[in-house]
């Protein structure tokens, strides 16, 4: 988690609580969370009722489980590419009125007709009303927020829709006892799941009457007219660009692996507890834990491990899966099962999370659209296939027994051989996202887990954060006012700011350690000195535009206090790194530019030296020596540039660099050609500037951008 002034934990609890206290979405929210809530209840429900009256034994059982679950992933298919297309011309309250009341009818009349082809159609008719409904509750939910809110709008829908799976799972077991029990105390038979799909059929009822009652909801088109993509075009431009992009390629990977994980559990859940002995409510149990553990995994997610690499962690949340799901399939023991289950859960809720923040920081912002809907396409269809196909699997490989004779008889099922299987699968998923994403090369994982979480990097979660770093007369300075002209151009908000000076404190303690008058400190003293400018830094001026979503350009940063103190002073790296990172919160730029130059070249661009800069040449050569060390270190947060190449030709390079960055930030206006004009944004201008007259980047005289051929530390 990024620092930032003020909790972010409040600020989720106020963005929640200014959403729900919209009247039309609170509604709204609650007949979601009643229509999701009957939603998994009717996934246990159907498979359930499924086994119940299946006919043909233990591969008769998993036959028709493979094929309710199958007709559910047949609309996707057929129907997915036109839902949006029908939802389009129809009424939106309409829709969703209508949809929710369908579904009710359909389940009620389940239990009623009480033949497996009957479910296996009605299967399919709630899908296909699914298809339609789905576009059109996600393109209402902008109609009904701010746009500034949307984003918490959609986090509390995504919690409501995948939380409400544990309480399904536990009213399923409770109207599954209950109806055994009942079934207990009379002479009549009870069907066992009966009851629970007009339960089903009565929550989908009153979500239809809620969304009936929504008076205020806004009307016309389901889904935006340029957003209307029909499944197999998202699909092919999805793959072109999946292919083409490794770290997209691993992220979409590992998605996939992280449901096909929970996916399996899910469809040989009810024959595998079968399996151990237990009935309707062992499968109630294990699919509860499943949802438990992703919940877990999704809500601390971004906190496991903090020292350790997002990229890496979700990899390895992946192998972690694998190899618990390999466990469960090995041991006969519900208890067991229910906890290893929970932690497949939790592990694969972690990659989840994980990849999908990084889906968002990392791909290209033209693309961003296109490629969450791809990744949302192909996540459902394989999660409907893994819950088809690893029933049918199952069935084929049937039950075998192994007569060990004075060891006894060991009896395998075609369910855990499955499980087996995918467990390898998830494990090979796991290795291939965490080689193709490892952003820590040369680094073991075992050392990474081993270091302290108070100095794992933070990167923000809100704006973009640039350094430039190098020796003198690199050209640091010209490049960021270069680099902060081109962005501003393009209509996004810049702060460019510097280290040491940019603060009423930092203009002091510049002075301290840069003026020759100063004389000799202790290389300690220095470090101090430079760490205290860092944190009122830190905290007095990049973290506020970070979380105001401004771009961040800063000439100079944490590298330089390790270079020219640790590097050129000699001192102990890990003793100065530890000042430097706890004064700056641990907060990393999202890239470093390293402009490389040789120190006897930058040295002869100025003629009047300050105190750092009149240091002997091999002080100035450990400098050196110790940016390219940061650099090399974490490749993928850094750009060596070298320094002897044109002035124009270097800014081009780091303006390529950026810019797939600039997905984490929007223009704040279009870009104009009068520099004149400026928003009234919050109060600052494309610039940064406060909108009082004063420029946010500051001048020389205030501690901004030195005018000079190059900026010292």
């Given at each position: 988690?990024?620092y930032?002034?003020?909790?972010s934990?409040d600020?989720d609890v106020n963005g929640?609580?200014?959403?729900?206290?919209i009247?039309?979405?609170?509604r709204?929210?609650?007949?979601?969370?009643v229509?999701?809530?009957?939603d998994w209840i009717?996934?246990l429900?159907?498979?359930?009722?499924?086994?119940?009256i299946?006919?043909?034994?233990?591969a008769g059982k998993?036959f028709?489980?493979a094929?309710?679950?199958?007709a559910r992933?047949a609309p996707?298919?057929?129907i997915?590419p036109?839902?949006g297309?029908?939802?389009?011309?129809?009424d939106?309250r309409?829709v969703?009125t209508?949809?929710?009341?369908l579904?009710?009818?359909?389940?009620?009349?389940i239990?009623?007709?009480?033949?497996?082809?009957?479910?296996l159609?009605a299967t399919v008719l709630i899908e296909?009303v699914n298809?339609?409904?789905?576009p059109?509750?996600?393109a209402t939910?902008?109609t009904?927020?701010?746009?500034?809110?949307l984003?918490d709008?959609?986090?509390l829908?995504l919690?409501t829709?995948y939380g409400s799976?544990?309480p399904a799972?536990a009213l399923?077991i409770?109207?599954?006892?209950?109806?055994?029990f009942?079934?207990?105390l009379?002479?009549?038979e009870?069907?066992?799941v009966?009851p629970?799909?007009?339960?089903?059929?009565?929550?989908f009822?009153?979500?239809?009457?809620i969304?009936?009652?929504?008076?205020?909801m806004?009307a016309?088109?389901?889904?935006?007219?340029d957003?209307q993509?029909?499944?197999?075009?998202?699909?092919?431009?999805g793959?072109?660009?999946?292919?083409?992009?490794?770290l997209?390629?691993?992220?979409?990977?590992g998605?996939?692996g992280?449901f096909a994980?929970?996916?399996?559990?899910?469809?040989?859940g009810r024959?595998?507890?079968?399996d151990l002995?237990a009935?309707?409510p062992g499968?109630?149990?294990l699919?509860g834990?499943?949802?438990?553990?992703?919940g877990?995994?999704?809500?601390r997610?971004p906190?496991?491990?903090?020292?350790?690499?997002?990229r890496r962690?979700f990899?390895v949340?992946?192998?972690?899966?694998g190899?618990?799901l390999?466990?469960?399939a090995?041991?006969h023991?519900?208890?067991?099962v229910?906890?290893?289950?929970?932690?497949?859960g939790?592990?694969?809720?972690v990659?989840?999370?994980?990849?999908?923040t990084?889906l968002g920081?990392?791909?290209?912002?033209?693309?961003?659209g296109?490629?969450?809907?791809?990744?949302?396409?192909?996540?459902?269809l394989?999660?409907?296939?893994?819950?088809?196909v690893?029933?049918?699997?199952a069935?084929?490989?049937?039950?075998?027994t192994?007569?060990?004779?004075e060891?006894?008889d060991?009896?395998y099922t075609?369910?855990?051989?499955?499980i087996l299987i995918?467990?390898?699968?998830?494990?090979?998923?796991g290795?291939v996202s965490?080689?193709?994403?490892n952003d820590r090369v040369?680094?073991?994982?075992l050392?990474?887990?081993?270091q302290?979480p108070g100095?794992?990097?933070?990167y923000?979660?809100?704006?973009l954060?640039?350094?430039f770093?190098?020796?003198e007369g690199?050209?640091k300075s010209t490049q960021?006012r270069?680099l902060?002209d081109a962005?501003?151009a393009e209509?996004y908000r810049?702060l460019?700011?510097?280290e040491?000076?940019a603060?009423?404190?930092?203009?002091?303690l510049?002075q301290?350690v840069?003026?020759?008058?100063?004389?000799?400190?202790s290389?300690r003293?220095?470090v101090?000195?430079?760490?205290a400018?860092k944190a009122?830094?830190?905290?007095?001026v990049v973290?506020?535009?970070l979380e105001?979503?401004?771009?961040v350009v800063?000439?100079?940063y944490?590298?330089?206090?390790l270079?020219y103190?640790?590097g050129g002073?000699a001192?102990?790296?890990e003793e100065v790194?530890?000042?430097?990172r706890w004064s700056?919160r641990?907060?990393?730029?999202?890239?470093?530019v390293?402009?490389?130059v040789?120190p006897?070249?930058?040295?002869?661009r100025?003629?009047?030296?300050?105190?750092l800069?009149a240091?002997?040449k091999e002080f100035?050569?450990?400098?050196r020596?110790t940016?390219l060390?940061?650099?090399?270190?974490?490749?993928n947060?850094y750009?060596?540039?070298?320094a002897?190449?044109?002035?124009?030709?270097?800014?081009?390079e780091v303006?390529?660099r950026?810019?797939p960055?600039?997905?984490?930030v929007?223009?704040a206006i279009?870009a104009?050609?009068?520099?004149?004009e400026?928003?009234d944004?919050g109060g600052?201008?494309?610039?940064?500037?406060r909108?009082?007259?004063t420029d946010g980047?500051?001048?020389e005289?205030?501690?901004g951008?030195?005018t000079?051929p190059?900026s010292?530390?």
């Amino acid at each position: 988690m990024a620092y930032h002034p003020g909790s972010s934990d409040d600020n989720d609890v106020n963005g929640i609580r200014l959403v729900l206290g919209i009247r039309v979405f609170r509604r709204f929210w609650a007949a979601l969370g009643v229509a999701s809530l009957a939603d998994w209840i009717g996934l246990l429900a159907l498979t359930a009722y499924a086994n119940d009256i299946a006919t043909g034994g233990y591969a008769g059982k998993n036959f028709a489980i493979a094929g309710v679950l199958f007709a559910r992933l047949a609309p996707a298919l057929v129907i997915g590419p036109f839902g949006g297309y029908v939802a389009d011309r129809l009424d939106r309250r309409l829709v969703l009125t209508t949809g929710l009341l369908l579904r009710a009818v359909i389940f009620a009349s389940i239990p009623l007709v009480g033949t497996l082809w009957w479910l296996l159609a009605a299967t399919v008719l709630i899908e296909a009303v699914n298809a339609v409904w789905m576009p059109t509750k996600d393109a209402t939910v902008p109609t009904l927020v701010p746009r500034a809110h949307l984003d918490d709008a959609n986090r509390l829908n995504l919690a409501t829709t995948y939380g409400s799976a544990l309480p399904a799972a536990a009213l399923f077991i409770v109207a599954t006892t209950a109806t055994r029990f009942i079934d207990g105390l009379t002479p009549v038979e009870l069907p066992a799941v009966d009851p629970t799909l007009y339960l089903v059929a009565i929550a989908f009822a009153i979500g239809g009457l809620i969304f009936l009652g929504l008076r205020d909801m806004p009307a016309g088109s389901a889904v935006p007219e340029d957003e209307q993509v029909g499944l197999w075009r998202t699909i092919g431009q999805g793959w072109a660009y999946v292919f083409r992009t490794p770290l997209v390629r691993g992220l979409v990977l590992g998605i996939v692996g992280a449901f096909a994980c929970g996916g399996v559990v899910i469809g040989l859940g009810r024959v595998f507890v079968g399996d151990l002995g237990a009935g309707d409510p062992g499968y109630g149990l294990l699919f509860g834990c499943v949802f438990l553990g992703l919940g877990l995994g999704m809500w601390r997610g971004p906190r496991v491990l903090e020292q350790v690499s997002r990229r890496r962690i979700f990899g390895v949340g992946l192998m972690g899966a694998g190899v618990a799901l390999a466990v469960v399939a090995v041991i006969h023991n519900m208890a067991l099962v229910a906890i290893l289950v929970t932690i497949v859960g939790f592990c694969a809720g972690v990659s989840w999370i994980t990849g999908y923040t990084l889906l968002g920081l990392e791909v290209d912002e033209e693309m961003r659209g296109r490629t969450f809907a791809f990744v949302a396409s192909l996540v459902r269809l394989v999660l409907s296939a893994v819950l088809a196909v690893a029933p049918l699997v199952a069935g084929v490989i049937g039950s075998h027994t192994i007569e060990m004779r004075e060891l006894g008889d060991y009896t395998y099922t075609g369910s855990e051989i499955t499980i087996l299987i995918a467990a390898v699968v998830a494990f090979l998923f796991g290795a291939v996202s965490f080689r193709q994403m490892n952003d820590r090369v040369g680094l073991s994982l075992l050392s990474e887990v081993r270091q302290r979480p108070g100095l794992a990097p933070v990167y923000p979660e809100h704006g973009l954060f640039v350094a430039f770093e190098g020796g003198e007369g690199a050209g640091k300075s010209t490049q960021a006012r270069m680099l902060v002209d081109a962005l501003q151009a393009e209509g996004y908000r810049v702060l460019l700011t510097r280290e040491p000076g940019a603060t009423d404190v930092g203009r002091t303690l510049r002075q301290i350690v840069l003026d020759p008058a100063t004389g000799d400190l202790s290389p300690r003293t220095e470090v101090l000195l430079y760490a205290a400018d860092k944190a009122e830094h830190v905290d007095a001026v990049v973290l506020p535009a970070l979380e105001r979503g401004d771009v961040v350009v800063c000439d100079r940063y944490v590298d330089s206090t390790l270079a020219y103190q640790a590097g050129g002073r000699a001192l102990d790296r890990e003793e100065v790194e530890r000042v430097a990172r706890w004064s700056t919160r641990q907060l990393r730029p999202h890239l470093t530019v390293l402009l490389d130059v040789d120190p006897s070249v930058g040295r002869s661009r100025f003629e009047v030296a300050d105190r750092l800069e009149a240091e002997p040449k091999e002080f100035h050569a450990r400098v050196r020596d110790t940016f390219l060390d940061l650099a090399e270190s974490d490749r993928n947060h850094y750009l060596v540039v070298s320094a002897d190449r044109s002035v124009v030709a270097i800014a081009d390079e780091v303006l390529e660099r950026v810019r797939p960055l600039l997905g984490l930030v929007h223009p704040a206006i279009a870009a104009r050609s009068d520099d004149a004009e400026r928003t009234d944004d919050g109060g600052h201008g494309t610039d940064g500037s406060r909108g009082d007259g004063t420029d946010g980047s500051r001048s020389e005289d205030d501690g901004g951008e030195r005018t000079g051929p190059e900026s010292p530390r």
